[in-house]
């Protein structure tokens, strides 16, 4: 399953503000909105949804990148929200912060507890001779 775009209201009309009303009562995480039975996701003007039990996994993961900084090297650490459905990622979406991330996946544990929240075990690294 993957996500749904807002404004494709096939379904009904009801189905369409209902949508939008659990939208606008969700609490927003950068580009992430946490709702009641849906996830939200906006992509520049668009809004996408996905319901939670389409998911298979959503965990947290954070990356190290490399900064070139005026006063040096650096690393910075970003943290993004992954969405799995049918062994695919199928979302990976920034996020605003190490904070943020963090209060997201608890405020999504308890929106919906049903869902693995585990990330998949990590390939392991090749072995050098």
Not at 72 to 94: F, P
Request: glycine share 6%; aromatic share 8%; charged share 30%.
């Amino acid at each position: 399953m993957k996500f749904r775009y807002l404004v494709d209201r096939q379904p009904s009309a009801d189905n369409a503000e209902t949508l939008t009303r659990e939208l606008r009562e969700g609490h927003a995480y950068g580009a992430v909105t946490v709702a009641q039975n849906n996830l939200f996701i906006r992509r520049g003007t668009r809004t996408y949804y996905m319901p939670y039990n389409d998911a298979q996994k959503i965990f947290r993961r954070v990356r190290r990148l490399h900064a070139n900084i005026c006063c040096g090297d650096g690393d910075i650490e970003v943290d993004y929200l992954v969405v799995m459905a049918g062994d695919k990622e199928i979302a990976e979406i920034a996020l605003p912060g190490r904070k943020a991330a963090k209060m997201l996946m608890d405020e999504l544990k308890s929106t919906s507890p049903e869902t693995d929240f585990a990330a998949p075990p990590r390939d392991p690294e090749p072995e050098e001779a």
